[in-house]
C-alpha cells in the first residue's frame, strides 16, 4: 500500500502544491514508525515556477493558513528554498520512477479525502504525464479509519504491538508535514485502537 499527502496553496484542483510525500508499507510485515519516516518519498516544488509557466493558483484563505502554521511546518513546504526546491514535473518523475521500484501496481493508495488526488491529476492532464497510480486505486483515510475503529473523525489512537517502538502522536507527528501526515495515517491504518463506545 502507498499513503500520499500534498501540501497546496489552495483548495482548488488546479491549485499550486508546495511538498508532496509518499510511504510504502506492506501491512503484513507490521513496519514501524521509524521505518516507515526512513523510507519516505518526499519533495519540495519550486512554487514561482509553477505560478509563472503553469499558471497554477493560489487561495488567499490558504495562504492565510499558511501564516498560523508552526515554524517548523513553514520551513519543511511553505518557504522557498533553492537548495531543494524543484520545476514540478522533475520531482513528480521522480515519485513515478520511487514507486515503480515497489513492483506493485495494484496496490491501494491511501489519501485524506480527494483535494490530493484531484491536484495531482489536474498535473497529470495539465502536463501530459503518465500517471503514477491508476485513477481507480486511490482511497480515503478518513473513511477507512472511521468504519474500521467506530469512529466519526477520521482520526484514531494508535496502539503499538509490544515488539515494536511505541508511538506517540503528539511526540512523533507535526500535522501539515506531508511525511508526519503519511506516517499518521499508515498507523493508523495499521494499529488503530477501535473505538470503545462503539
Known sequence: MFVFDVETLGKESNSVILSMAAIYFIPDEQPGHKQLFDEAFFVKFDVEDQMKRLDRKV????????????ENVRI???????????KFEDGYESMRQWAATKNDANCYVWARGNLDQLVLDSFEEQLGLEPIWPYARWRDVRTAVDFLYG????YTKVETPPW???????????????VDDCVLDAMMLMYGKPNENR
Request: aromatic share 10%; glycine share 4%; with cysteine.
Open 151 to 154: 469512529v466519526t473523525t477520521g
Open 59 to 70: 487561495g488567499k484563505s490558504t495562504m492565510s493558513w499558511w501564516s498560523k502554521q508552526c
Open 164 to 178: 515494536l517502538e511505541a508511538f506517540d502522536k503528539d511526540l512523533h507527528i507535526t500535522k501539515h508535514n506531508p
Open 76 to 86: 519543511k513546504s511553505f518557504k522557498p528554498n533553492p537548495a531543494i526546491d524543484v
